[in-house]
């Protein structure tokens, strides 16, 4: 079943903004990653955060994690046109048959 | 770089054909996965794979049966094709342990007429 849903489902800036999307999922996970998909293309791994971490950076990237209100936040700043595709949360648990839910995702377009 | 790939990008099938989805990995690893990836619904998961001759369902295994003989090699089988899997088909792989990361490939997307 689907546990993370994004928020907004999309959003269009202009070049240079910040970019934010919400995540909120519904029962325990281990770690939350976030993914990004390019038009027609498979899915990219941005990053992770850990349920014991509360902030990771990479880059212009910057990832929340409120375990207490079961969400997530990505920030991408000085946002590109590159960075025009849709972004996805992922919630994982288990050992060692873990598995990723993914949520429905963002399209983000950034018009240059 | 670990690399994913799936043998076809786009495939036409009739209703009722046998259809073998197939995906490779050249990383080692040992979880493999597919998903379907459909608009409004996000990617789901079909079946998974955690080793040689080893599947588990997902969540929505109904009308799919998945293959993995050797360990670079994942299958998704729809046995008799329906209208109603028209979709985007992604593989993926994990290694075992801590690395949570998936690596997935490019795509097949499957029409059903």
């Known amino acids: 079943s689907q546990q993370g849903e994004e928020d907004p489902q999309a959003l269009s800036i202009q070049e240079g903004e910040n970019a934010t999307m919400n995540c909120s999922y519904k029962?325990?996970?281990?770690?939350l990653q976030w993914y990004r998909q390019n038009s027609g293309r498979g899915l990219v791994h941005l990053i992770l955060i850990r349920s014991n971490e509360r902030e990771k950076h990479s880059g212009r990237l910057r990832v929340t994690l409120d375990t207490s209100k079961k969400s997530s936040s990505l920030l991408i700043t000085a946002s590109r046109a590159a960075d025009t595709a849709s972004y996805f949360c992922a919630t994982g648990r288990g050992g060692s048959n873990y598995k990723l839910t993914f949520g429905k995702g963002t399209l983000l377009t950034v018009n240059p | 770089d670990v690399k994913v790939t799936q043998s076809s990008r786009y495939l036409v099938k009739r209703t009722g054909e046998k259809v073998f989805l197939e995906c490779v990995q050249d990383m080692d690893h040992e979880n493999m996965f597919w998903y379907r990836q459909d608009p409004g619904l996000g990617l789901r998961l079909i079946y998974f794979?955690?080793?040689?001759?080893?599947?588990e369902k997902g969540d929505i295994p109904e009308g799919y049966s998945v293959s993995r003989e050797k360990k670079e090699r994942f299958s998704l089988i729809l046995e008799s094709a329906s209208t109603n899997q028209t979709s985007m088909y992604l593989c993926a792989s994990r290694p075992s342990g801590t690395t949570y990361e998936q690596y997935f490939g490019p795509g097949t997307r499957l029409t059903v007429t």
């Open positions: 794979s955690y080793d040689v001759k080893m599947k």
């Open positions: 029962t325990s996970i281990n770690n």
